[in-house]
Nanobody, 121 residues
Framework: QVQLVESGGGLVQAGESLPLSCAASGSIFRIPNMGWYRHAPEAQRELVATISSGGNTNYIDSVKGRFTISRDNVKKTVYLQMNSLKPEDTAVYYC???????????????WGQGTQVTVSS
């Protein structure tokens, strides 16, 4: 089995920063891609950022220049550094990982439990 455990999140004021992290554990051979989604009330879930095992990153336009995704392949951990936060960044943030388990040759997507980020104006 594979587990993703998130940490970070909380309540901050607009303009402040907040780091998120998510550690994967279990029977893992490799993790090709990791990322962060968010889901705000009465809104569609959206993919915020992704990062490949080689370090290639992608972001949605609304967070470019403010958020930075990174990963530590040895620790099997993905990070999301969120700077210059805005009230519209308020959401539950979920990490995801495409995991190839030991003995398998196909990735399967796993999700973290979600962490609340609230930005007050």
């Amino acid at each position: 089995q594979v587990q993703l455990v998130e940490s970070g999140g909380g309540l901050v004021q607009a303009g402040e920063s907040l780091p998120l992290s998510c550690a994967a554990s279990g029977s893992i051979f490799r993790i090709p891609n990791m990322g962060w989604y968010r889901h705000a009330p009465e809104a569609q879930r959206e993919l915020v950022a992704t990062i490949s095992s080689g370090g290639n990153t992608n972001y949605i336009d609304s967070v470019k220049g403010r958020f930075t995704i990174s990963r530590d392949n040895v620790k099997k951990t993905v990070y999301l550094q969120m700077n210059s936060l805005k009230p519209e960044d308020t959401a539950v943030y979920y990490c995801t990982a495409d995991v190839v388990q030991n003995g398998s040759d196909r990735p399967r997507t796993y999700w973290g439990q979600g962490t609340q980020v609230t930005v007050s104006s």
